[in-house]
């Protein structure tokens, strides 16, 4: 069952800090760390954006409803990314903040540019139901295991949870198989 700490607050807006015992499991086995940059960042992309949430016990609520997309390299509907670090698990809808694709929220903007775990990018098909991808150009999961031990976290949180799964040469799958 999750904690709630009420006095966490974080710049323009009042969030719940929320930790389950996969969570906590989690942050014991992987170290915290820096974001990769690729080719093409932005000082924007390190600018912490206000409007995200912590992942909560499902139901989902707010949420919109989406699905990963069937081929690699596709935007599914719907897309939040996530990342895991010292506040929980924060997430976001995926949009445009301008005209091209580098202007696309990024995970740094979950984290102001700081360390987290691990993220990726995730669909709700219901407000109960999540697909789950290591899909990240910054915090990307290290290995098979780690994005599994991050998919335990968000069932930790009470849902049904699909991973994408991994893939030996390229890593974590962005592309939904099934």
Known sequence: ??????DLKLPGLYQTHMTTSALTTFRSQYPLRKPTYPDGSTPSQCVQVAGYSLLQ?????GVQLGKPPPVRFQRGPNTYI???NAEGV???LEVFQ???????IKHTNLTGGGKAYVGGELWFSTDRKLFVS???GRY???DE???EAAVEVFRSFSYEVTSLGWDQEYGPKRHWEG
Request: no cysteine; glycine share 10%; aromatic share 6%.
């Open 98 to 104: 301008g005209e091209s694709a580098s202007e696309l």
């Open 90 to 92: 924060p997430y976001i």
């Open 82 to 84: 996530w990342v895991i």
């Open 145 to 147: 295991k780690q994005l």
């Open 140 to 142: 990307s999961p290290q």
């Open 57 to 61: 016990d499902a139901p989902a609520v």
């Open 1 to 6: 069952m999750p904690s709630i700490n009420t």
């Open 134 to 136: 290591g899909g990240s």
